[in-house]
């Protein structure tokens, strides 16, 4: 799965800043596109409004108005920030502002880099909860398949196909119906269960999880196991034995 590019505006008043932080970024943080430079409020204001980037770097001492005016003028920010200035006391007043980073001129390149891989990690978890969102709309829809992420992308799994799910380390292996292999996804058991809370599926023990509606027999012995669709036998661990007849009971 092919990432894509960061998009970012430089504002700062000084064309040589200007230049020095997209040198760093072209020779440094090949995620990240120059989209836009700005030498001043108003003309960042404008550029930002048209190219919707995904972060800013803002210097804060400007002519006529400074960095934390342009934010307050922006109102909602759906943007993030690192601040790059000569000047070291505004720091506190920054973070007031729930910037990513705040950097001092001359821009040391670790630091740089540093706070740029803070934004590839935030964007990574934001473009998480809006798929997670984006699924919980789909299921309002009735579309039938849910996205689950693998080590190469997604795989769309209609949820009634899926019989078990078994924990692997960090992933978990997805017994589906017709598939002669089952489907290795790269999340944990515990993610999946909290993903699924809206269909049949119940956790019956640590490393397991089934579909309800794939359960054959229920057998009692040392220990208790589930006879599922696909043949297999699955352990049902004794805290969970309660909580699983009552479940079975109610389809």
């Given amino acids: ?31 990240v596109e120059i989209i836009g430079e700005a030498d001043s409020v108003d003309s960042a204001e404008k550029m930002i409004k048209s190219l919707s980037p995904d972060f800013i770097f803002l210097d804060i001492r400007m002519p006529m108005k400074d960095g934390f005016q342009l934010l307050e003028s922006l109102g909602k920010i759906d943007f993030h920030v690192i601040f ?13 502002f729930s910037v990513v980073d705040y950097l001092l001129k001359p821009i040391d390149i670790d630091e740089l880099i540093a706070a740029v891989e803070k934004i590839e990690k935030i964007k ?11 699924q919980k709309s789909n299921q309002i829809k009735d579309t039938p398949k849910i996205a689950f992420p693998t080590s190469d992308g997604y795989v769309f799994i209609d949820p009634d196909n899926i019989v078990r799910c078994t924990a692997y380390g960090n992933y978990t292996k997805f017994f589906v119906k017709g598939e002669s292999k089952p489907v290795l996804v790269s999340k944990t058991l515990k993610y999946l269960d909290d993903l699924t809370e809206d269909y049949s599926f119940y956790r019956i023990h640590k490393s397991h999880m089934v579909n309800l509606i794939h359960v054959k027999r229920f057998v009692k012995g040392k220990p208790v196991k589930l006879i599922m669709t696909d043949g297999a036998e699955v352990e049902v661990s004794v805290r969970k034995r309660e909580g699983l007849m009552e479940k079975l009971t109610a389809l």
């Avoid at 790059?84 to 007031?96: G, I, N, S």
């Avoid at 978890?125 to 984006?134: A, I, K, P, T, V």
């Fill in 1 to 31: 799965m092919v990432n894509q590019k960061l998009k970012c505006i430089i504002i700062d008043d000084e064309s040589k800043g200007r230049k020095v932080l997209r040198n760093i970024c072209e020779e440094y943080c090949p995620n």
């Fill in 84 to 96: 790059t200035t000569a000047y070291e006391q505004y720091a506190v007043k920054a973070f007031k």
């Fill in 124 to 134: 990574r978890s934001e473009n998480g909860l809006r798929l997670q969102e984006q």
